[in-house]
T-cell receptor, first 112, second 115 residues
Framework: AQSVTQLDSHVSVSEGTPVLLRCNYSSSYSPSLFWYVQHPNKGLQLLLK??????LVKGINGFEAEFKKSETSFHLTKPSAHMSDAAEYFC??????????FGAGTRLTVKP | EAQVTQNPRYLITVTGKKLTVTCSQN?????MSWYRQDPGLGLRQIYYSMNVEVTDKGDVPEGYKVSRKEKRNFPLILESPSPNQTSLYFC??????????????FGPGTRLTVT
């Protein structure tokens, strides 16, 4: 069965500096991978998804992620953090059908 | 507007008092699912439904029931809630089951407290 590990439970950056949220996955097949964002008291919103096309995936709000099969990683990056990026981020892996496995989440804090 | 709605958004109840959390989507999605979110555990799937009258257990189904009588609605039923079911619950829907390409669309969440 697939699984996902988010390597940091909390990341703190200053506004205008780069963001890196790390995600490693385990899968027996060619998985699909997603990043979702959850702002306080809100539902989950899809940031981006990888589905075996281009390995560098661009999402909304300037985020992107690179699928690295050799490293089983799907890290989320953004060149310059904005205050509105403060939220919880979830990495998700799916091998198909209904089965989506969520990471434990990474809380991103952005300092002025 | 395409959306998944849940009601109520907040609920405080007592142990053993049956409750239902409703979920409705207006996107004609076939697949619907319920998750619970607990600190440090991410989201864990409770039940899912591939289509009308087709439901199945997720990872943490104990203490929950669901039904899918109509395509748009997927209520979550707690017949005898216990304090360990205090959590944040999310309903989600997806256009088509059987594929990993389609992302899930999430409702706003229901925060349940069982005392």
């Amino acid at each position: 069965a697939q699984s996902v590990t988010q390597l940091d439970s909390h990341v703190s950056v200053s506004e205008g500096t780069p963001v890196l949220l790390r995600c490693n996955y385990s899968s027996s097949y060619s998985p699909s991978l997603f990043w979702y964002v959850q702002h306080p008291n809100k539902g989950l919103q899809l940031l981006l998804k990888y589905t075996s096309a281009a390995t560098l995936v661009k999402g909304i709000n300037g985020f992107e992620a690179e699928f690295k099969k050799s490293e089983t990683s799907f890290h989320l990056t953004k060149p310059s953090a904005h205050m509105s990026d403060a939220a919880e981020y979830f990495c998700v892996v799916s091998e198909g059908n209904n089965d989506m496995r969520f990471g434990a989440g990474t809380r991103l804090t952005v300092k002025p | 507007e395409a959306q998944v709605t849940q009601n109520p958004r907040y609920l405080i109840t007592v142990t053993g008092k049956k409750l239902t959390v409703t979920c409705s989507q207006n996107m004609n999605h076939e697949y619907m699912s319920w998750y619970r979110q607990d600190p440090g555990l991410g989201l864990r799937q409770i039940y899912y439904s591939m289509n009308v009258e087709v439901t199945d257990k997720g990872d943490v189904p104990e203490g929950y029931k669901v039904s899918r009588k109509e395509k748009r609605n997927f209520p979550l039923i707690l017949e005898s809630p216990s304090p360990n079911q205090t959590s944040l619950y999310f309903c989600a829907s997806s256009p088509r089951p059987g594929t990993s390409v389609y992302e899930q669309y999430f409702g706003p969440g229901t925060r349940l407290t069982v005392t």
